[in-house]
């Protein structure tokens, strides 16, 4: 069987603290003498860097002990590890408890006083689900303001593809200094233009694609003549004097009338 587990269970100085909490020689002999051991650490898979201050889950979010939210951080990495998962055919998994990512019925509270309450981390929710719900197999999310967000298989590759990409050039910049711009100069072209992207923005694409979704639910939920006005106003191009003609009464009574129809669509947008 394969068996996704806990770097750090491993052996791998992956935790937030720089070390490890690697099993006994003889549990890691048993298991790799069963089954197929692939590591994962979704924290670092996430882009968070080892040592890091400590996490905890708070409700939906991820907070370090500093305040710094690193929910799409976590959010992420568990994205990865599911991919992770999935590339390998691994059909159980062996994680590390009480982790705000890997913890499975029991994590730290969020309260950093070391209590313990039922839940689960972030990585392993997510495992959870996609084994308990067949309909997630298949599907991709992004991690966006703290929640995951579906998207096609295109735009979660290129995502990926550009978060990579950033964290190699970043590592390199920073444990060796060799990267310049300078380097890639050539009679044919300027090295400099590569800080030019013009790849489409899959966050953007994203955040715009769900409002829309959002713009449509809510607009769903109005009334036949409170839909037929906003069509006249805003995709007819109708003023409100040719909408009160129409309708024979007052321009106030109209303009009244598309503040109330606007606001009720503000709160479901908002809901």
């Given at each position: 069987?394969?068996?996704?587990?806990?770097?750090?269970?491993?052996?791998?100085?992956?935790?937030?603290?720089?070390?490890?909490?690697?099993?006994?020689?003889?549990v890691?002999?048993?298991?790799?003498?069963?089954?197929?051991?692939?590591?994962?650490?979704?924290?670092?898979?996430?882009?968070?860097?080892?040592?890091?201050?400590?996490?905890?889950?708070?409700g939906?979010?991820?907070?370090?002990r500093?305040?710094?939210?690193?929910?799409?951080?976590?959010?992420?990495?568990?994205?990865?590890?599911?991919?992770?998962?999935q590339?390998?055919?691994c059909?159980?998994?062996?994680?590390?408890q009480?982790?705000?990512?890997?913890g499975?019925?029991?994590?730290?509270?969020?309260?950093?006083?070391?209590?313990?309450?039922?839940?689960?981390?972030?990585?392993?929710?997510?495992?959870?689900?996609?084994?308990?719900?067949s309909?997630?197999?298949?599907?991709?999310?992004?991690?966006?303001?703290?929640m995951?967000?579906?998207?096609?298989?295109?735009?979660?590759?290129?995502?990926?593809k550009?978060?990579?990409?950033?964290?190699?050039?970043?590592?390199?910049?920073?444990?060796?200094g060799?990267?310049?711009?300078?380097?890639?100069?050539?009679?044919?072209?300027?090295?400099?233009?590569?800080?030019?992207?013009?790849?489409?923005?899959?966050?953007?694409?994203?955040?715009?694609?769900?409002?829309?979704?959002?713009?449509?639910?809510?607009?769903?939920?109005?009334?036949?003549?409170?839909?037929?006005?906003?069509?006249?106003?805003?995709?007819?191009?109708?003023?409100?004097?040719?909408?009160?003609?129409?309708?024979?009464?007052?321009?106030?009574?109209?303009?009244?009338?598309?503040?109330?129809?606007?606001?009720?669509?503000?709160?479901?947008?908002?809901?």
């Open positions: 069987m394969k068996l996704l587990v806990s770097a750090c269970l491993l052996g791998v100085a992956c935790r937030y603290d720089g070390a490890s909490k690697g099993l006994s020689e003889d890691l002999r048993a298991l790799m003498a069963r089954h197929t051991l692939v590591p994962v650490c979704p924290e670092q898979l996430g882009g968070l860097p080892t040592p890091r201050d400590a996490s905890e889950r708070q939906s979010r991820v907070v370090m500093s305040g710094r939210d690193v929910t799409d951080a976590y959010a992420c990495g568990a994205q990865q590890a599911l991919a992770l998962a590339r390998f055919g059909t159980a998994a062996l994680l590390k009480r982790s705000p990512s890997c499975h019925g029991e994590i730290y509270d969020g309260t950093f006083t070391g209590t313990v309450v039922e839940g689960w981390g972030v990585t392993a929710e997510l495992l959870r689900r996609e084994e308990a719900d309909s997630y197999k298949g599907r991709r999310f992004l991690p966006l303001h703290g995951l967000m579906e998207v096609t298989p295109e735009e979660y590759q290129a995502f990926y550009e978060q990579n990409r950033q964290q190699y050039i970043n590592r390199r910049s920073i444990d060796r060799d990267i310049s711009y300078d380097m890639l100069t050539t009679d044919e072209k300027d090295g400099t233009n590569i800080l030019v992207d013009n790849a489409p923005d899959i966050v953007e694409q994203v955040e715009k694609r769900i409002m829309l979704d959002k713009l449509r639910t809510s607009l769903a939920l109005l009334s036949e003549e409170e839909l037929q006005m906003l069509i006249s106003l805003f995709y007819l191009e109708m003023t409100e004097r040719d909408l009160a003609r129409e309708y024979q009464i007052s321009q106030v009574a109209i303009h009244k009338r598309k503040q109330r129809i606007l606001e009720k669509l503000k709160k479901l947008l908002e809901n």
